[in-house]
């Protein structure tokens, strides 16, 4: 199906056709390149330096990097993925502008956030003027007018800058921002960087009628809860209704899932199925998988499976968010921290059904968890009590 569906015009990328790119940073050879053709715009980060020179070739898409080992151990060496050709064909680079200091004392002075985080800022810089790369560069390639991507400096090579750079958005529109290494309801020095970069550059994106700035602090940051995971108000009940509507539990289901199975070998990374807004018309696809937790657990009949992590994708568009929520998997998300073994259900449903009290239900799943060799000593002592010829 994904033979058959897929867009041929990814295959077709060549000096005639490619994905949008821009040069970030010629020194080190880094590029922002477009992660798809269609739906919602979001560039990533590739590096591209010398052709045939496998070191200095790196996408920053997990999927890409899995696609380039897989053709590796299949002896494809000279493998690229369609961000990197775009990159080979990149004609475009952005204006290098350098932070003044004094609108980040403008900004201080306005609360955007404190002189701490001022200083921070500036030692930042430093690093990066040290490396002979730009601190911070609006990328212009995103198909929405709203947003505004500002690739930022990042001296630690990490899980979300394998590069050395990281990608901040704004949303205009919904006055929000998302950087990749934020964790949830939390501000990053990443965001501060960008907010100074746009502040100095793009002033008007913060004029309001009455007041001439609007400003945000760090304060509000943290405290928002709008954007953050997991949602609150009508947001919630939009996710809710969704799960309602599309991803109950049928009343009947297949034999192989009512069978409890001490051998099932569930995933250690639950991710949304989704790719695409189920609410917004068109097809505007959902962000990347962002983390809840990466110690869930999921309990079934016979065990507990640990260090377990959790995703949820979310909607740029309208803001909704989407969690693993897949019974065809044999599982059932509880609160994206618990994950129940559909078995494990159908048992604790059939147990109360019964009339049996919650604490020897759980009594009758601990004796199950001990083990078989715990069961055979049950038995074999059951055993010597039943039989007469026992001696």
Not at 60 to 80: F, H, K, L, P, T
């Amino acid at each position: 199906m994904e033979r058959k569906h897929a867009d041929r015009s990814l295959s077709a990328v060549g000096e005639t056709f490619q994905l949008t790119s821009q040069c970030v940073d010629e020194a080190n050879g880094i590029f922002a390149v477009l992660k798809a053709v269609k739906g919602h715009g979001v560039p990533l980060h590739v590096r591209y330096q010398t052709p045939g020179d496998d070191s200095g070739v790196l996408c920053e898409s997990n999927e890409c990097q899995m696609n380039v080992d897989v053709a590796q151990r299949s002896g494809i060496a000279s493998y690229q993925c369609v961000h990197i050709g775009a990159a080979s064909f990149c004609g475009s680079s952005v204006e290098r502008v350098s932070l003044e200091e004094g609108i980040l004392t403008e900004m201080v002075r306005g609360k955007w956030f404190s002189e701490k985080k001022k200083k921070e800022c500036l030692a930042l810089q430093a690093l990066a003027d040290g490396s002979c790369s730009p601190l911070s560069v609006h990328v212009s390639i995103g198909i929405s007018s709203a947003e505004r991507f500002v690739s930022v400096f990042e001296p630690n090579v990490s899980s979300y800058s394998r590069l050395g750079r990281v990608m901040v958005a704004y949303n205009a529109k919904l006055d929000s921002w998302h950087c990749p290494c934020t964790k949830l309801r939390r501000s990053c020095l990443h965001k501060y960087v960008a907010k100074w970069h746009l502040f100095q550059t793009q002033q008007e994106l913060f004029r309001t009628e009455g007041t001439p700035y609007r400003p945000r602090s760090e304060e509000e940051d943290i405290a928002d809860h709008r954007h953050g995971y997991p949602p609150k108000g009508l947001g919630l009940r939009c996710m809710v209704s969704y799960i309602l509507q599309k991803k109950k539990i049928p009343a009947v289901l297949p034999e192989d899932m009512r069978v409890p199975s001490a051998l099932k070998d569930y995933p250690q990374h639950l991710c949304p199925n989704e790719t695409v807004c189920q609410d917004c018309p068109g097809e505007v696809l959902l962000s990347d998988p962002m983390l809840i937790t990466h110690n869930a657990k999921i309990l079934t009949n016979w065990c507990i499976i640990k260090d377990v992590a959790t995703y949820s994708k979310r909607c740029p568009q309208c803001g909704m968010f989407y969690r693993y929520q897949e019974w065809k998997d044999h599982l059932h998300n509880f609160n994206d921290h618990i994950i129940l073994d559909i078995p494990l259900c159908l048992t604790l449903r059939n147990l109360l059904q019964v009339h049996t009290s919650m604490s020897r239900a759980v009594e009758f799943l601990r004796l199950t968890r001990s083990g078989v060799s715990t069961s055979r000593h049950n038995a074999g002592c059951l055993f010597a009590v039943r039989s007469p010829d026992r001696s």
